[in-house]
């Protein structure tokens, strides 16, 4: 989506440790009419498909969904957590996830009640490096007897490892920009083609 690869470019900085780093318009301040193009790209990629749900993670994946969810028909949005609270009641799906910008395990946590067997959900996240916290969902996703019938990731690092094996598993990725090589000290960014 070339928006999105212009904004990364224009916005976008490289840190050590191969993170991207896209508050002004993805982590921290949100541009919701961008949020919207990616939405309405998203509903074009996966056309045909039943959507019942977007299933995503907290913190960032939470506005991209919601304005994402527009496009699909008002489906409801579920987001999963990070941290257990009181609010937090009844039966819970409970996945462990490493993250590698925290570089720490973290829970992921899912009310059973908002997942029902049978439904059709879009997983939909702001980034895609190893999979891990796509695999974390999708272990939700097998416990709750939900469909994965999509995933949608914003911003793909095309050189780590979370695409390839997700495509390989068999899942259907669309990913808007796919990274294929940053440069921390040129600041150069290339992106692979995307539909
Ligand atoms: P994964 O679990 O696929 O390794 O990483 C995905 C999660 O880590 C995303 O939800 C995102 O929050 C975070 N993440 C991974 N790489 C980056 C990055 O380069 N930049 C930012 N901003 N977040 C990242």
Redesign the pocket.
Known sequence: MKELEDRIRRDGTIKPG??????AF??HQCDVALFDAMGAHWAQLFAGRQIDKILT?EA??IGIACVAARHFGNVPVVFAKKTQSINLDGDQYVSS?????KQREYPVIVAKRFLQAGEHVLLI??????????HGLIDICKHAGVIVEGIGIA?E?GF?E?GSKLRKEGYDVKSLAIVEKMDADTGNIEFATTD
Not at 125 to 134: H, P, Q, R, S, V
């Open positions: 191969n993170v991207l780093k896209v508050d993805l982590n993670i960032s994946g996830i490493y993250s590698f910008t996240d702001d980034f895609l490096a190893k999979g891990n916290a796509l911003i690092k780590q979370g």
